[in-house]
């Protein structure tokens, strides 16, 4: 196969400049590049047909993977200190995550200008300058990256020729079409052969690090780049990227609206799932399942990278490490599987929550059927009870995350007037809540100051099979008995207006402190 054939069927095809773009790059290329690259178009051909998707890809980061200094200087990227636009060749980058720069001989560019040194990689999401291997020399570290940086890379494995570097510049150990990942790097050249490999192995030959039977990681997150070693590692491994993403568009925003996750694939889950508060709170199976334990650039805190993980698989052992003893790997299982340890998908975001305390409420959390033995009060029994056959009367719960419960029972007095009694918790076995109840009195309409709230009525037991239904069984005090109160009992089920369920899970930092 000569070299022009290698190219057209090279997996790396992909996006472009426009048509005077594409012409001026090409005159820095001998007569052999200028007849390798022949056939490639630019985007802007592209656009003539398919005007929607190449709008979707400008909006996207692809095209920004690597840009000509005298190009990216027109878009909101800072450079390092000490350093002119003059003095960049290309940023590579520039686009959500992260920039990182090439000097005029196309050497990536590793200390600043200051005493200090370092400070050459600038992370967006943190507006902070961070090290890229501030341990090498300017002028040492070359690029060759341009695989998955451009379109129809070609690396120079004699860079001391530099005929086969980009520019001639001896830094840069390639060349190239165009910066970026443009249609043609992924669709082929020109338009005769437009056929697409849609398989996940294709977008692996970009988004992967390594093997791909492995995950690397490093500093407690997973590496960037290992989407491909993650969807392997993952259940969704059988199935193509595409089924889910559009790869015309921006990651975030690529997801097809028939890929939702509870549209066609899990709609059960969805079902239990829209019956918890953590539904009506707006959290979505991504928070939980695509947890942030990827790093690119910079982490936004102890359990929170910037990159989404595509693992999905969620381990609720409290005691589980995601990561191999010396931190250089992710996990996996005797089949090639990898999980999310609850510290990336829970603790994030219930800072104060101990992994022990989260376990309770994550295993077996779509169990819609789930009981609360495993857990005993749960803060999801919060809300409004009653038995239908009692219009007239209810109970108020609230149970916090100490499992502390505190109820009101409206209800009526052996005079027939309303009435009410509040019932505290004494003692509690699993999900069994033994009460102290006690009766208001003394207080008048506008002027509660001078009510007793303290009076002991009897004692009381609260059962919970389920989240959404219970028991109740008061017996009055002999004072109480002799003003008309008897003993009473009877079944209780939850009104969901909103469709709240158990498990739930609030973040209370008082009551954590409290614990």
């Given amino acids: 196969m000569n070299q022009l054939s290698s190219l057209i069927k090279n997996p790396f095809v992909c996006f472009g400049f426009s048509s005077m773009v594409v012409g001026a790059l090409l005159l820095f290329f001998p007569t052999m590049a200028v007849a390798q690259y022949q056939f490639y178009e630019g ?21 920004y993977k690597l840009m ?23 940023v590579i980058g520039g686009y959500k995550w992260k920039s990182r720069y090439m000097d005029n001989d196309g050497y990536i560019i590793t200390n600043d200008g200051s005493l200090e040194g370092g400070n050459t990689q600038y992370n967006y999401l943190t507006d902070e300058w961070s090290d890229y291997h501030a341990d090498e020399p300017n002028g040492t570290k070359p690029y060759d990256c341009g695989a998955c940086h451009t379109t129809a890379w070609i690396p120079n494995e004699n860079p001391e020729d530099l005929s086969g570097n980009q520019d001639g510049l001896p830094g840069l150990h390639g060349r190239f079409f165009a910066g970026g990942i443009q249609c043609e790097q992924c669709h082929g050249p020109g338009f005769e052969s437009m056929e697409i490999d849609r398989s996940a192995e294709f977008c692996g030959t970009c988004h992967v690090r390594g093997d791909p039977e492995t995950i690397p990681a490093s500093g407690g997150f997973i590496r960037h780049h290992e989407q491909y070693n993650e969807h392997l590692a993952g259940p969704h491994g059988s199935r193509d990227c595409v089924m889910c993403h559009d790869p015309h568009k921006e990651a975030e925003f690529s997801i097809k609206e028939t890929a939702q996750c509870g549209v066609s694939c899990h709609s059960n889950k969805l079902e239990s799932y829209s019956k918890t508060s953590m539904y009506d709170y707006g959290v979505t199976c991504e928070d939980c399942h695509m947890p942030y334990a990827t790093k690119s650039a910079q982490a936004l805190g102890p359990h929170q990278g910037d990159l989404k993980t595509h693992i999905f698989y969620i381990d609720t052992d409290p005691d589980a490490n995601m990561f191999t003893e010396d931190g250089s790997f992710v996990k996996l299982d005797d089949n090639g599987k990898a999980a999310v340890t609850m510290d990336f998908a829970c603790q994030r975001c219930h800072e104060t929550a101990s992994l022990e305390e ?48 505190y109820a009101s029972f409206y209800t009526y007095g052996p005079d027939g007037e309303q009435t009410w009694l509040v019932a505290a918790l004494d003692s509690a076995d699993g999900t069994t809540a033994n009460v102290t109840v006690y009766v208001p009195q003394g207080g008048e309409w506008g002027d509660p100051s001078g009510a ?40 209780l089920e939850r009104i969901l207006p909103s469709g709240i369920s158990c498990p739930t899970f609030t973040n209370n930092e008082m009551a954590a402190a409290m614990r």
């Avoid at 985007?43 to 095209?63: I, L, M, R, T, V």
């Avoid at 000509?68 to 290309?90: H, Q, V």
């Fill in 43 to 63: 985007p802007e051909f592209c656009k003539q047909c398919h005007e929607d998707d190449y709008n979707d890809w400008k909006a996207s980061g692809h095209p």
């Fill in 68 to 90: 000509k200094g005298e190009e990216a200087k027109f878009r909101p990227i800072p450079l390092p200190k000490g350093f002119d636009w003059e003095d960049i060749s290309y």
């Fill in 358 to 405: 989260l376990a309770l409420f994550a295993k077996d959390f779509h169990d819609e059927n789930k009981g609360l033995e495993d857990f005993g009060l749960d803060p999801g029994l919060t809300g409004t009870w009653w038995n239908e056959s009692k219009d007239g009367e209810g109970f108020l719960l609230e149970v916090d995350r100490n499992r502390f419960l």
């Fill in 452 to 491: 007793d709230t303290g009076v002991a009525w009897g004692t009381g037991t609260f059962t919970f099979p389920t989240c959404t239904s219970g028991s109740f069984s008061f017996t009055p005090n002999q004072a109480m008995m002799d003003m008309g109160f008897t003993a009473q009992s009877y079944t």
